[in-house]
């Protein structure tokens, strides 16, 4: 029986050359033209006038790190006053000696090398490159294409959408390509990638936009380019040309089972990568928008109990305390529908539109709560510093002294909240609700993930307290005729979302 692939997700740069044959595949056009084609932009005969115009200002990165190497064999650790303490001093004082180590002997230090891409944006000496091709490396250099290698310092760096801004100082203006639009890309159009695959050096492959506005992590701000054009180990960092030569994307990862190119490349977007690297330049570092709020998607259920129509928008899960969606009156619940002028289809859609907003801005947040729209004005705060002081606090109140009278719901058995049931399931002191102390496996909360120390915070979002507020509210739902109730579910950490579970 053969073996599935492992398919990974790789990023493309490479930490050693290695030797690997490449193929050619010619790509023509097709021989029978549907009448919908009439109006598209026919296939180039030829990529090397696009080539030769902008490969000089594509260069390639060499980043090196110093890394300590770990003692192989360990001193032994003897007993104090051990007959064998001074045997043992002897021979690992005299490996020390023979150029190996032993005790206080500093440890011997390694240089690992890595090769990735970039491009020159500004003839001053401006390049990017990948946040992951440099790394921590304390020496960068980049090379040309006509064989220069100059030194490059680090402007500023940014993980989130792994992208870095170096500058080099040449003698003489250094060939440099401008961005383009890359909204106006579409599913479809040619595009050209040009990089240093497998520490070849500069290589030029083609191929089409495949995807828009893919997601292939738990990223919230990638919202990537997907190209069929051949990207592999080494590429990161390289443009992504459009046919008038500028630069669409950023190429930084592959999707591959054995680390070359299947055809699944993917580049950060242009119109994305821009403001991120305005803002390396001025400050060296990122100043992103911030609302303090935490968001989960809005599903079918989610909609029919909020009085949605169809699913839209990011429903707001928890607030930060310290965030400017508190003070602006933005409340667990709501559900954000559109932020600053632009509509919010997605939860996925919000990070990405606040951290592109700057920071101070006031902005209208239009909310949709309790089935009625509201417009709401916030200051964003700045993201970087929201998560310097995004610390759990672990303030202690007084327990309670509720006596854990059980009620059945929604195939859920329910406890008010006590100091054994707190101490059972570890619940911090700062959630407050109902228990879950038991969870029949086949009702639909048990589809919904709802597990036995959960707590219920709201039903429909009303805060319950006991046992018998939520029956008396599940109760009067049905009679109302929803086909779900809308819970507000903590885990024992407290951290919340919020879970539509049927009332069949």
């Known amino acids: 029986m053969a073996k599935p692939f492992l398919i990974t997700l790789r990023r493309?740069?490479?930490?050693?050359?290695?030797?690997?044959?490449?193929?050619?595949?010619?790509?023509?056009?097709?021989?029978?033209?549907?009448?919908?084609?009439?109006?598209?932009?026919?296939?180039?005969?030829?990529?090397?006038?696009?080539?030769?115009?902008?490969?000089?200002?594509?260069?390639?990165?060499?980043?090196?790190?110093?890394?300590?190497?770990?003692?192989?064999?360990?001193?032994?650790?003897?007993?104090?006053?051990?007959p064998f303490q001074e045997f043992f001093d002897d021979f690992f004082n005299q490996r020390g000696q023979n150029g190996e180590q032993g005790p206080g002997t500093p440890r011997p230090q390694r240089r690992s090398n890595s090769l990735g891409s970039g491009f020159v944006i500004d003839a001053s000496g401006l390049v990017i490159t990948n946040n992951h091709v440099i790394g921590d490396a304390?020496?960068?250099?980049v090379i040309f294409t006509d064989g220069r290698k100059l030194k490059a310092e680090v402007v500023g760096k940014d993980a989130k959408v792994d992208l870095a801004v170096l500058r080099v100082k040449s003698d003489k203006p250094l060939k440099a390509v401008k961005f383009g639009d890359s909204d106006k890309s579409r599913i479809g159009d040619w595009v050209?990638?040009?990089?240093?695959?497998?520490?070849?050096?500069?290589?030029?492959?083609?191929?089409?936009?495949?995807?828009?506005?893919?997601?292939?992590?738990?990223?919230?701000?990638?919202?990537?380019i997907?190209?069929?054009?051949?990207?592999?180990?080494?590429?990161?960092?390289?443009?992504?040309?459009?046919?008038?030569?500028?630069?669409?994307?950023?190429?930084?990862?592959?999707?591959?089972?054995?680390?070359?190119?299947?055809?699944?490349?993917?580049?950060?977007?242009?119109?994305?990568?821009?403001?991120?690297?305005?803002?390396?330049?001025?400050?060296?570092?990122?100043?992103?928008?911030?609302?303090?709020?935490?968001?989960?998607?809005?599903?079918?259920?989610?909609?029919?109990s909020l009085g949605l129509g169809s699913p839209r928008g990011a429903l707001v899960a928890g607030i930060d305390d310290k965030g400017p969606a508190k003070p602006a009156g933005i409340e667990a619940g709501d559900?954000?529908?559109?932020?600053?002028?632009?509509d919010v289809k997605e939860s996925k859609d919000l990070p990405r539109i606040v951290g592109q907003t700057p920071v101070g801005k006031e902005v209208a947040v239009q909310i949709v709560r309790k089935g009625k729209e509201e417009t709401k004005t916030v200051?964003?705060?700045?993201?970087?510093?929201?998560?310097?002081?995004?610390?759990?606090?672990?303030?202690?109140?007084?327990?309670?002294?509720?006596?854990p009278v059980v009620k059945r719901a929604l195939g859920l058995e329910l406890s008010p909240v006590t100091?054994?049931?707190?101490?059972?399931?570890?619940?911090?002191?700062?959630?407050?609700?109902?228990?879950?102390?038991?969870?029949?496996?086949?009702?639909?909360?048990?589809?919904?993930?709802?597990?036995?120390?959960?707590?219920?915070?709201?039903?429909q979002q009303e805060p319950v307290t006991t046992p018998d507020a939520m029956t008396r509210r599940i109760d009067a739902l049905k009679k109302d005729g929803k086909k779900s109730a809308l819970l507000l579910v903590a885990n024992a950490q407290g951290e919340v979302r919020f879970v539509a579970v049927g009332l069949d």
């Open 138 to 141: 304390n020496d960068v250099t």
């Open 12 to 82: 493309t740069a490479i930490a050693a050359v290695t030797a690997t044959g490449v193929a050619a595949t010619a790509i023509g056009a097709g021989s029978i033209a549907a009448p919908s084609l009439a109006f598209a932009r026919s296939a180039p005969e030829s990529f090397a006038d696009l080539a030769e115009q902008v490969t000089d200002a594509v260069v390639n990165i060499s980043a090196a790190t110093t890394v300590t190497e770990q003692r192989s064999v360990p001193t032994p650790q003897l007993p104090p006053g051990s």
């Open 226 to 304: 997907q190209t069929d054009a051949a990207i592999n180990k080494g590429n990161s960092g390289g443009p992504l040309f459009n046919m008038d030569g500028d630069v669409i994307g950023i190429n930084t990862a592959i999707l591959s089972p054995s680390g070359g190119s299947i055809g699944i490349g993917f580049s950060v977007p242009s119109n994305m990568a821009k403001p991120v690297i305005d803002q390396l330049v001025q400050f060296g570092e990122t100043r992103r928008g911030w609302l303090g709020v935490r968001i989960q998607n809005v599903d079918d259920a989610i909609a029919e």
């Open 379 to 403: 200051k964003l705060g700045r993201l970087e510093d929201g998560e310097k002081t995004r610390l759990a606090s672990n303030n202690n109140s007084a327990p309670e002294a509720d006596k």
């Open 335 to 342: 559900v954000i529908v559109k932020f600053d002028g632009v």
């Open 419 to 459: 100091d054994e049931l707190r101490k059972r399931y570890s619940i911090k002191e700062t959630v407050r609700g109902v228990v879950v102390s038991r969870v029949d496996p086949n009702s639909p909360a048990a589809d919904k993930r709802i597990q036995p120390g959960d707590v219920i915070v709201e039903v």
């Open 192 to 224: 050209i990638a040009i990089g240093n695959p497998f520490g070849l050096g500069g290589s030029v492959s083609a191929g089409i936009v495949s995807a828009r506005n893919r997601d292939i992590s738990d990223q919230s701000y990638g919202h990537y």
